[in-house]
């Protein structure tokens, strides 16, 4: 019995993790398993299955380019595990993506919004899809050293480039906070330069990976040397209000392993007891970086690649603490995805042989398209969910999240008489052959109320005019039951064209009975302004018989709201309703 505004939503329910897991390792597993099968008849019917792997581009893949490929593989395969965390569901979007919209663009704000309401329309199904898409193009870049491999680096690009505008923001890049410390320029962006190199050709990728990529690091580390010494970006201060001891600070809340959390304590504490000291320290540490990176392709120097790849490990632990604790954590954060990219691009591996094959030929090729297959059917899997998603109405997942699930019944439903908005006799099912969509609202009310009239509106206008839907509201106020109140009401919130919609009220010693009957709690006293009560909706099928009870503790938010519609019509589907 709702008595207030609804409480937040746990991204762990229990009724959403279920239905999460029964997705992602049932139904998707069994999908991914027929798919496979079919790519891997087709590889066998072509006799591919013995030819795999075994181009002679990919036999001499350079070694550089087999390091790249690993590297990306392992990351993109460790970001798809992350994804199997039961909060993504109802956490993804409101919980990481939302916080990022602050001092974005108008633009891209108005683009992440609509990505935002993407994945609260459908949030099982994007969620069971991006776990399966990134653990398959991690496997495919993982065992492909050729034209699948190339293809996933493809893939991999475009995703990636995705994820970075609409799921990161652009990487905080037009935010006055950002640093590279923090996740700037956003870890994805490093997806999509990997994986445009692993979609090239193959030649002469050696030494053109490593003078472009590091002179690229090269950029990027001078800028976010630039960012370090901006005051407005907190690092010169001193104490708690050290931009890096406050984060150290709220990182350490999140449960994760002893000593890692001391180890970021620490590192906050020192921070904050050195002030502007430690932040030049950083910044000599990006300027040293910067220079040697960009030289590093021409000279041969090994150094600047260390000395990159340490600091960014060590930083990784302290400035983002490992970054995959919380529950929600999405990917390795920047630092790690920069390192692999240096480590990749050093000049020490350009002129070096391939990496040996240790397996036989033979065992390379069938495991390898063995694999291959079933890394292709999780893609192929993920991509035709999620746009088959994008086509379809809005999932009830936040609805039940919110609510619970619907109570089914079989019961004969307590018929009553009361009058209409019209000033007229209704009583329950006197029109033969229609279902009946009940609640109670109260003609006062400014809270509840109307957003549960909004949700019989929305209801009303996507079933059509030509429907047999009755849509009733009975009044739940003891003191203010009259038909000015009903229509007042039904004005305010502009229910005056709503067909077959009736706001029936009377007196006291009627109301009453039926909202008893209905198992509907109402409490007011003379001075209040509008009463609390039950919220709950009834569906009653033509014979009258009660067929669901349904909680419905409103929200006002756009995702429930499109939740709480397609949870109503589909219950009224299940309750034998055709579509009109």
Known sequence: MPMGNPSPIDLTNPLVVALFRHSIYVTGVLWIIAIALVLLLGAVLLGRVGTFNLSLAGLNEARNRSYLRMAFGAIWLI????????????????????????????WLHLLMNDGIGVWNNHPITLAVGTAWIQVGLGILLLVSN????????????????????????????????????????????????????????????????????????SVIVGIAAVLQVLPSRGFWHGGNSNALTAMTRSMTQTPQPQLLAEI???????AGSMGGGFNIVIILWLLVCAVGLWMASQRGWRWPVWAFVVGCVIFWLVSED????????TDLNSLIPMAALAWAAAPQHVRREPLPRRLPREMRSSSGSVLASFAGAMVIFSIASMGLATLSSSESTFFVAQNGSAVEANTVAPKFTLTDQFDKSYTLGEHANRYTLLTFLDPTCWTDCPLLAQQLGRVREELGPSAKVDIVAVA?????????????????????????????????????????????????KPTDKMSIHSDYMFII????????????????????????????????????????
């Open 79 to 106: 970001d798809g595990i992350l994804q199997f965390q039961v909060s993504m569901p109802l956490g993804l979007a409101n919980n990481v993506v939302a916080p990022m919209t602050s001092g974005t663009p108008h």
């Open 146 to 217: 050729s034209t699948v491999g190339r293809f996933a680096g493809a893939a991999s690009a475009g995703w990636a480039a995705m994820i970075w505008l609409i799921g990161n923001g652009a990487g905080g890049i037009f935010q006055s906070s950002s640093s590279i410390l923090f996740g700037w320029p956003g870890a994805t962006l490093f997806y999509v330069v990997a994986g445009v190199w692993l979609a090239m050709s193959p030649t002469s990728f050696p030494e053109k990976f490593s003078r472009y990529t590091l002179r690229g690091l």
């Open 264 to 270: 970021v304590r620490r590192g906050g504490d020192i």
């Open 322 to 329: 490992g970054a995959v604790y919380g529950g929600l954590a």
């Open 476 to 524: 739940a106020d003891p003191y203010h039951e009259t038909l000015a109140y009903v229509n007042h009401f039904i004005a305010t919130h502009h229910m005056k064209s709503e067909q077959n919609f009736y706001f029936v009220t009377g007196k006291l010693a009627v109301t009453r009975p039926v909202w008893n009957s209905y198992g509907i709690t109402v409490e007011m």
């Open 541 to 580: 099928n033509p014979k009258g018989r009660l067929k669901w009870i349904i909680p419905d503790d409103p929200a006002h938010s756009w995702a429930i709201e499109n939740s709480s519609e397609s949870e109503l019509l589909n219950l009224l589907h299940q309750s034998g309703l055709a579509s009109s």
